[in-house]
């Protein structure tokens, strides 16, 4: 099975920084898809950004954006000019796009405060 | 509208007893998920359906059956409630594998269960 590692259980930022979120990934695979989400304390799972592992070009949302190195199997989160609604848990998931049965894979979350 | 619903949001009972959580979801997904979310936000796959179809049990103790009456909704039901069952159990959507491989699950906004 494919695992998900977050090796920062907690980081912080000053407002209107920049922070970034680290993820690595194990598969075999060479078609697949990754995401973040966001956890706020409201505690709803909101889905930040998604990129295709096809694509060499790096995923941009407004101010969050991915840097994807398919080699390393890295997949991490910039967030640009934090602001205090950034503050959530940030989960980086995997999607397989061969059918095994279960086709995500969440990494352990990194908790982050932003500091006004 | 609401694209993935779950209820209650907040159950609250005794141990030794037996409850049900509820999903439905609008979006016209053929696949869903259970997962629980412990007190160190790990997200962990209980259970997944295509189509009315079990295809993931993941070593969740046989005192939780989840039941999918239509391929919208997904309910779980657990008997005799334990402490260690206390968590948040989120369900989730998503489209299966003959489907938009590229697109996220979709999450509901989970139900907190606390265990007396």
């Known amino acids: 099975a494919q695992t998900v590692t977050q090796s920062q259980p907690e980081m912080s930022v000053q407002e209107a920084e920049t922070v970034t979120l680290s993820c690595t990934y194990d598969?075999?695979?060479?078609?697949?898809?990754l995401f973040w989400y966001k956890q706020p304390p409201s505690r709803q799972m909101i889905l930040v950004i998604r990129?295709?592992?096809?694509?060499?070009q790096n995923a941009t949302e407004n101010r969050f954006s991915v840097n994807f190195q398919k080699a390393a199997k890295s997949f991490s989160l910039k967030i640009s000019d934090s602001q205090l609604g950034d503050a959530a848990m940030y989960f980086c998931?995997?999607?397989?796009?061969?059918?095994?049965?279960?086709?995500?894979?969440f990494g352990t979350g990194t908790s982050l405060t932003v500091i006004p | 509208d609401t694209a993935v619903s779950q209820t209650p949001k907040y159950l609250v009972t005794q141990m030794g007893n037996d409850k049900s959580i509820k999903c439905e979801q609008n979006?016209?997904?053929?696949?869903m998920y259970w997962y629980k979310q412990d007190s160190k936000k790990f997200l962990k796959i209980m259970f997944s359906?295509?189509?009315?179809?079990?295809?993931i049990n993941e070593t969740v103790p046989n005192r939780f059956s989840p039941k999918s009456p239509d391929k919208a909704h997904l309910n779980l039901h657990i008997n005799s409630l334990e402490l260690g069952d206390s968590a948040v159990y989120f369900c989730?959507?998503?489209?299966?594998?003959?489907?938009?491989?590229?697109?996220?699950?979709?999450f509901g906004d989970g139900t907190r269960l606390s265990i007396l």
């Open positions: 998931a995997y999607r397989s796009a061969v059918y095994t049965g279960n086709q995500f894979y």
């Open positions: 979006l016209g997904h053929d696949t």
């Open positions: 990129q295709e592992a096809y694509k060499q």
């Open positions: 989730a959507s998503s489209q299966g594998p003959t489907g938009a491989p590229n697109q996220p699950q979709h």
């Open positions: 359906y295509n189509n009315k179809e079990l295809i």
């Open positions: 598969t075999s695979e060479s078609d697949y898809y």
